[in-house]
């Protein structure tokens, strides 16, 4: 029985890694981790614990989703940013509501987050499988309609289903270390993370800036969501998540909330998905 672990973790390895399918594959699995991956550890670094990107990456993909199919005719170069810019505002807007009521009234936001969660499955649920609202007609499985084909993100890798949503990954990961390490709201979500009570008498707004935080990781959550919708499936349905929020919070612990960190962490989680 000795050889069964070592036989599971070489057929992993084999099905991570091992050839030019495999590979891009797991690479396919790790952009949303990326973004994911990002969000929680943004807010880790503000001080507040983010169980919700599950739920902000379903509201950012129906808010992207909505976008990317009713909008025809129009550039990739401007459909895509358009589906992108919503599902990183819908996210942000949810996550807020976390932000907003830890602020104003003190709510934990594991419990706030976790009920949004749920909120925001049951919102998609209603959204997609409702006739007249976001439901394509004469489809066997509740979904949305396909995007606009000039909102899918390009393949990079022929033969694969390896997309653009990589490379956006990749610039995230850079932008949001220089964010935080590198400017005043980055110092302002450091300093609340770190001591509420020397950033409020430092003359920071501790309130509006647990508000900005969150919203921020909901952000990255939502570009999770809809880069998962124009890369890979097309549409949405209400299962589209499955699970890469929780395991986001592994990753940004795995990464210990350092973007630089999250790249790896989440390459590893790629792996043990697709392997």
């Known amino acids: 029985t000795g050889a069964y672990p070592l036989s599971a973790f070489t057929s ?20 949303p981790y990326v973004f994911l991956g990002l969000g929680v550890a943004l807010g880790f670094r503000a001080g507040l614990f983010n169980i919700g990107a599950e739920g902000q990456f ?21 459909e895509i940013p358009l589906a992108m810019v919503a599902g990183m505002a819908g996210g942000f807007a949810w996550a807020s509501i976390a932000g907003f009521l830890k602020a104003r009234f003190g709510a934990h936001e594991v419990i706030t987050t976790i009920m949004l969660n749920y909120v925001a499955f049951l919102v998609a649920n209603y959204l997609v499988d409702t006739p007249g609202l976001m439901l394509a007609r004469d489809v066997s499985t509740p979904r949305t309609p396909d995007v606009d084909v000039n909102a899918v993100l390009p393949i990079i890798v022929a033969g694969s289903r390896l997309h653009f949503g990589l490379i956006l990954a990749l610039v995230a990961v850079p932008l949001v270390w220089f964010l935080i390490e590198r400017t005043i709201i980055g110092f302002q979500l450091r300093a609340v993370g770190f001591n509420q009570g020397a950033a409020r008498a430092a003359g920071m707004s501790v309130g509006r800036t647990m508000v900005l935080a969150m919203g921020l990781s909901g952000a990255l959550a939502g570009a999770a969501g809809i880069v998962q919708v124009l890369g890979v499936s097309r ?3 209400d299962t589209v998540a499955a699970g890469y929020g929780f395991d986001a919070i592994a990753i940004a612990l795995l990464a210990r909330s350092n973007p630089w960190g999250v790249l790896p962490a989440a390459l590893l989680f790629g792996a043990l998905h697709n392997g």
């Open 12 to 31: 992993l390895f084999q099905g991570a890694v091992t050839n030019r399918n495999a590979f891009p594959e797991t690479l396919v699995s790790t952009v």
């Open 58 to 78: 379903y509201i950012g993909a129906l808010s992207g989703v909505f976008i990317a199919y009713s909008i025809h005719g129009l550039p990739a170069v401007i």
């Open 235 to 237: 549409h949405m349905t």
